[in-house]
């Protein structure tokens, strides 16, 4: 059975950092891209960050561009999601996503898992 299973989450001031980071158990890690996606109250799941299987290639979402990183940790089967400098904008619920395949993913119907999600709550 494949869990993806969100920490980190919690509430910080606009400005503040925060990382997150998704422990994946259940498939074989290296074999999928890893991405992140979050949603806003109100709002529909957005595209976040994610991560090729291999070479740590990354793309992100142009509102997150230069504030926030991904990265993975292959022998630990874990992404993670450095968030810096952020802004009330942030507040969502972000999840953690698992796509087979070696190339960079973006879309939400590709990726075949999904974490449960962490809150993450930015104050003005």
């Known amino acids: 059975q494949v869990q993806l299973v969100e920490s980190g989450g919690g509430l910080v001031q606009a400005g503040g950092s925060l990382r997150l980071a998704c422990a994946a158990s259940?498939?074989?890690?290296?074999?999928?891209?890893m991405g992140w996606f979050r949603q806003a109250p109100g709002q529909e799941r957005e595209f976040v960050a994610c991560i090729s299987r291999s070479f740590g290639i990354t793309a992100n979402a142009d509102s997150v561009k230069g504030r926030f990183t991904i990265t993975r940790d292959n022998a630990k089967s874990t992404v993670y999601l450095q968030m810096n400098s952020l802004e009330p904008e942030d507040t969502a619920v972000y999840y953690c996503v698992a796509a087979p395949g070696p190339g960079l993913v973006r879309g939400s119907n590709e990726y075949d898992y999904w974490g449960q999600g962490t809150q993450v709550t930015v104050s003005s």
């Open positions: 259940g498939l074989t890690f290296r074999r999928y891209a």
